[in-house]
């Protein structure tokens, strides 16, 4: 069993729906969560980044954080084509610098 | 400033080839970080440094993989021979003061090897 679970998609979703992203973990030493918006032939680059546990917003993306559960969210409101990409979850505990990574999952947003 | 740098972004060569990928990380940063990813292992972390020395290589899947990073704007990753189950997108990340987050991994385009 991996570390970190995500469902691998693909997410097809019309254009200004709301988007539900997660993952799901097993080692209860994480405690910095990330995700990461990777474009096609793309690197990834770093979209949301929270500290234990509750929810940070930024604009149309909100990250929510329940460690009891050992499960990450990521939702995105009105969705726009814009947001097709695969998104990854990543995180570390307090010691060192490595990042887990979670599978990611395809989203499509429609026109 | 330009942000991770890799090169080439594309590579087909032969097996039993040496390929040689390189990173240019953002100047200032001391952490660099090696990853691989493919469709059905995800992004994986191959080895990583920090001020140019290697902290972890747990990684790095065998002995025809090696890495080096000579200074701190330079690194490369070699496999030698290569062969067509090494065939992946390969990253290079950076991480260090002068970023918004001192934490956070700053991804180059990556290096897309096909070994036939």
């Known amino acids: 069993q991996k570390e970190v679970e995500q469902d691998p998609g693909p997410l097809s979703v019309p254009e200004g729906a709301i988007v539900s992203l997660n993952c799901t973990y097993s080692?209860?030493?994480?405690?910095?969560f990330m995700w990461y918006r990777q474009y096609s032939r793309k690197g990834p680059e770093l979209l949301m980044y929270?500290?234990?546990?509750g929810n940070k917003e930024d604009g149309r993306f909100t990250a929510q954080v329940d460690k009891s559960s050992k499960y990450i969210s990521l939702f995105i409101r009105d969705s726009q084509p814009s947001d097709s990409a695969t998104y990854l979850c990543?995180?570390?505990?307090?010691?060192?610098?490595?990042?887990?990574f979670g599978g990611g999952t395809r989203l499509m947003v429609k026109p | 400033d330009a942000g991770v740098i890799q090169s080439p972004r594309h590579e087909v060569t032969e097996m039993g080839q040496e390929v040689t990928l390189r990173c240019k990380p953002i100047s200032g940063h001391d952490y660099l970080f090696w990853y691989r990813q493919t469709m059905m292992r995800g992004l994986e972390l191959l080895i990583y440094f920090n001020n140019n020395v290697p902290i972890d290589d747990s990684g790095m899947p065998e002995d025809r993989f090696s890495a080096k990073m000579p200074n701190a704007s330079f690194s490369t990753l070699k496999i030698q021979p290569s062969e067509p189950r090494d065939s992946a997108v390969y990253f290079c990340a950076s991480q260090g003061p002068g970023a918004i987050r001192t934490d956070t991994q700053y991804f180059g385009p990556g290096t897309r090897l096909t070994v036939l």
């Open positions: 929270t500290y234990s546990s």
């Open positions: 080692n209860s030493a994480f405690q910095y």
């Open positions: 990543a995180m570390k505990g307090n010691a060192g610098n490595m990042l887990t």
